[in-house]
């Protein structure tokens, strides 16, 4: 792998929310080795990527995705003749597109059959190519919980395609060594019902907190961080107090919630981008109509503490919920222009996607700035985004590792 010398006209320093113009970032390897003035810079024997047109930022991170779905109209709804072969298919060509999309980096909190991770370690050997990967294996749930199946009671356990459901500490335990065993690296759990859950209320408890912190507790045994799927007031804060490491949605947050996530330094992962395409889109594609009511329900208390939660400085990283209805792999930099709507300047939306979500995931020693050392992960757009967040819709090019997977818009790797 030739080193690089690559030229930015703009290149956003995430370390400070500052915008560095006439920059040159030199790489070896897979690592940056150094980011020099261009005044400053000697390009002799390195291979000259001329981005000087262009808006260079880290490579970005979403760090709430599904791979193995795909944005169709009721994703909770296993297609009986899925199997876990066509799970993974899907889940490698979505890290694809997220990848061409920016996001050298993603966070897959839930999938089936420990797909996700057979994509992740095979990406890391080599055998195929895509983004980094954070996987945390099955979600765990209460039995009827938001992540449980409902088939029929006469179908037998063949159909079943949720193995991490438990109910009381003990079986949460288990599921949480199960996950472990088949090689995530960290922890999703289930707190409340869901916009896309048959049969539950949005805003129900559905553990108890004394289950949730035996999910926490076990988890940290493993020194692993712990994400909650979370809408509801209630199982919100318990899971707050259970030890989480983010709160995922947290839609149904109260003022207690909020103070709460500040006081434990909890973060928050706000996808705002999934209820509001539910909303917006949902009926056009065929989703239920029980979870567009759902998401009606929740989504105007969402914005409200998204923007309390920014106020008063909880720690905020992006994520999207890419796979949700009408929210496709590829497209979710709509999120952007929705943090920017309901409260946070660009580039406030621009650190979320980059240090923060780095520091959520425990890697900002490697990804979330362009800084000597770290990983060459590095994209660019072809507008400025601090003036347009939209221009986030438009990346056109990519590096992850050192390696150029897109250059002018086109993508390299098929």
Same mark, same amino acid.
């Given at each position: ?11 956003? &320093? ?29 390009? &002799? ?134 996950? +472990?065993?088949?090689?995530? &690296? ?16 949005? &805003? ?35 899971? +707050? ?37 539910? +909303? ?35 720690? +905020? ?98």
């Amino acid at each position: 792998m030739a080193n690089k010398a690559i030229k930015c006209g703009k290149m956003f &320093d995430s370390t400070t929310g500052a915008v560095r113009e006439n920059m040159v970032i030199f790489t070896d390897g897979e690592r940056i080795a150094s980011v020099v003035p261009a005044a400053e810079a000697n390009c &002799d024997g390195y291979e000259v990527i001329d981005l000087g047109d262009k808006f260079v930022t880290p490579g970005l991170i979403d760090s709430h995705v599904h791979l193995s779905m795909n944005g169709e109209a009721n994703p909770a709804m296993t297609k009986p003749y899925e199997t876990i072969a066509d799970w993974t298919l899907k889940a490698l060509q979505d890290a694809h597109i997220d990848l061409m999309a920016g996001f050298t980096a993603l966070r897959v909190v839930g999938g089936n059959g420990f797909a996700d991770e057979a994509v992740r370690d095979a990406i890391n050997r080599g055998e195929h190519w895509g983004p980094r990967l954070m996987t945390s294996g099955c979600a765990i749930s209460t039995t009827g919980g938001h992540a449980d199946d409902h088939y029929g009671p006469y179908l037998n356990d063949e159909m079943n395609t949720a193995p991490a459901i438990g109910d009381g500490p003990d079986e949460l335990v288990k599921a949480v060594r199960y996950n +472990i065993k088949h090689g995530c &690296d960290m922890i999703k759990y289930m707190s409340t019902g869901g916009v896309m859950s048959l049969g539950t209320t949005i &805003d129900s408890q559905q553990m108890s907190f004394e289950e949730m912190k035996a999910i926490c507790d076990t988890a940290k045994l493993y020194n692993m961080t712990i994400a909650t799927h979370a809408h509801g007031t209630s199982g919100i804060k318990d899971a +707050i107090r259970a030890g989480v490491t983010s709160v995922e949605h947290g839609m149904m947050m109260d003022e207690e919630g909020v103070q709460l996530m500040k006081e434990y330094g909890t973060t928050l992962v706000p996808t705002l981008i999934a209820a509001e395409r539910i +909303i917006v889109k949902g009926k056009e594609i065929g989703t239920p109509d029980w979870a567009i009511a759902k998401a009606e329900y929740v989504f105007g208390n969402a914005t409200r503490n998204f923007k309390r939660c920014l106020d008063e400085g909880v720690k +905020i990283a992006f994520g999207t919920d890419s796979g949700t209805p009408y929210n496709f792999h590829g497209k979710q930099t709509y999120e952007f222009e929705l943090m920017v709507k309901y409260g946070m300047t660009p580039t406030q939306a621009l650190m979320a996607a980059t240090k923060g979500s780095s520091e959520l995931m425990r890697k900002d020693h490697e990804i979330g700035s362009i800084e000597p050392g770290k990983f060459a992960d590095v994209v660019a757009f072809d507008g400025d985004p601090i003036a347009d967040v939209k221009a986030l819709t438009s990346c056109s090019f990519v590096m992850k590792g050192g390696e150029v997977y897109k250059k002018d818009g086109v993508a390299l790797r098929k």
